[in-house]
C-alpha cells in the first residue's frame, strides 16, 4: 500500500506560479510511475504530467513548457513546479502512484488562477 499527501495548492493571479508537492509513504519502492491528474468543475480527470522509475517524463500538452515533474527519491517525494499559470489550470490537483498495476490517490489540493 501507499500513501499520498499532497501540499502546495492555493490562489495564484495568471502568469504566476506554484509548487506542488506529493509525499508518499508505505511500499514507495515498488511505485512505477508516480505524478499528477487534475480535475476542473464539469470536467473529467486529465493526467497532467507523470514520471517514470527510470525519471522518463511524459506531459499533457496543454502543459509542455510551463509545468516541470521531478522527484526526490531520497525523500520518497514528487514536485510539480507550474509556471506561467493560466485560469484554465484551476483545478483540484490529484497525485497518483502506479504500484504493480495498482492506482493510488492523494486527496487533491485545489489550486485556483485569477485572470
Known amino acids: 500500500q501507499v500513501q499520498l499527501v499532497e501540499s502546495g495548492g492555493g490562489l495564484v493571479q495568471a502568469g504566476g506560479s506554484l509548487r506542488l508537492s506529493c509525499a508518499a509513504s508505505?511500499?514507495?519502492?515498488?511505485?512505477?510511475?508516480i505524478g499528477w491528474y487534475r480535475q476542473a468543475p464539469g470536467k473529467q480527470r486529465e493526467r497532467v504530467a507523470i514520471i517514470g522509475s527510470g525519471g522518463n517524463t511524459n506531459y499533457a500538452d496543454s502543459v509542455k513548457g510551463r509545468f516541470t515533474i521531478s522527484r526526490d527519491n531520497a525523500k520518497n517525494t514528487v514536485y510539480l513546479q507550474m509556471n506561467s499559470l493560466k485560469p484554465e489550470d484551476t483545478a483540484v490537483y490529484y497525485c497518483?502512484?502506479?504500484?504493480?498495476?495498482?492506482?493510488?490517490w492523494g486527496q487533491g489540493t485545489q489550486v485556483t488562477v485569477s485572470s
Open positions: 508505505g511500499s514507495t519502492f515498488n511505485i512505477n510511475v
Open positions: 497518483y502512484a502506479l504500484v504493480r498495476l495498482v492506482s493510488y
